[in-house]
């Protein structure tokens, strides 16, 4: 009698799995698991986008964290005795903050073509779980591309060459090289509103 028990038992089991496939352990499910099964996934290029402009903040971030941590990178004058005789310092601490929260506001950009851009992950208090509105990350994300791809046009139309020509300002090979490190800023905001119109399309039509 056990054994038929036993038998029933584990036939019953798996019939079930069959049926119904793995049952995950409550409050275990994934972000991927938890999204809308009918938003499409994000194309290629939108990936590749959502990559580049995480990319872009990383050559003028270290190039700041040197300045800060007191790198020679070719100021004179009062910036550089701010930044070059005192630190580490307060300099330091402001350099590595901005340059922190610069790669992190890019990172975002990830959010919008993965699964965890439609639902919060667990770990964030509060919202942990739940479905992202698609209104809330869109209209954040254009403003910033907006307010971004304005900085970027004003510096290639003069600005970046007018802070060049300021007498403390790097000159010769390392104006070259803070201007190589602080190009790719300007493909920030486009790259991030293609990414944004391209998730406002995906989520926007499965709420239609």
Not at 16 to 36: D, E, I, K, N
């Amino acid at each position: 009698m056990s054994k038929l028990m036993i038998n029933a038992r584990s036939a019953g089991h798996r019939s079930g799995s069959a049926a119904t496939g793995p049952v995950a352990p409550a409050g275990s499910a994934h972000p991927a698991a938890l999204a809308p099964a009918n938003v499409p996934p994000a194309p290629r290029w939108a990936r590749f986008a959502a990559k580049a402009a995480v990319l872009t903040t990383i050559p003028s971030g270290l190039w700041r964290i040197a300045f800060g941590f007191g790198v020679p990178v070719g100021f004179s004058g009062a910036t550089a005795a701010a930044y070059g005789e005192h630190q580490p310092g307060w300099g330091t601490v402001y350099c590595v903050a901005l340059s922190a929260l610069a790669e992190s506001l890019a990172f975002l950009t990830l959010g919008l073509v993965r699964p965890w851009g439609q639902v919060a992950p667990r770990w964030i208090p509060l919202i942990g779980g739940r479905r992202v509105r698609p209104l809330a990350a869109i209209i954040p994300a254009l403003l910033g591309s907006a307010i971004l791809t304005y900085l970027g046009m004003k510096g290639l139309s003069g600005r970046w060459a007018d802070n060049l020509a300021e007498p403390d300002s790097p000159h010769g090979l390392a104006g070259v090289v803070m201007t190589i490190a602080y190009a790719p800023l300007v493909a920030w905001g486009p790259l991030l509103g293609a990414v944004t119109v391209d998730y406002a399309r995906r989520t926007l039509r499965r709420r239609r």
